[in-house]
């Protein structure tokens, strides 16, 4: 890693990383994300995938929505949840990486 760490630039983005490193600091949200990088899903499938319940899973998407690091969709009476920024996308898949290696 590059020690020359431009810091302005840093503290101009500091507000964005605080708000996607929260985000991921919780477990159930963190399986909650995984499973929307890979695909979009509604209420009840994320439910399914990752064995949250219905409360619980309820409040951490509410989390994800206040820190705008999810899209919402509805289509009917079904809302569907995607990762909104792309970058989220990169760090999620960077975590998969350095802690989820294939034997």
Known sequence: MDNAFEINVMRDSAESVVTILKSLANTDRLLILCHLVQEELNVSQIEDKTKITQPT???????????DVVNTRRDGKQIFYSIKDQKLATVLNTLYELYCPTP
């Open 57 to 67: 899973l309820s409040q951490q998407l509410m989390m994800l929505r206040k820190s």
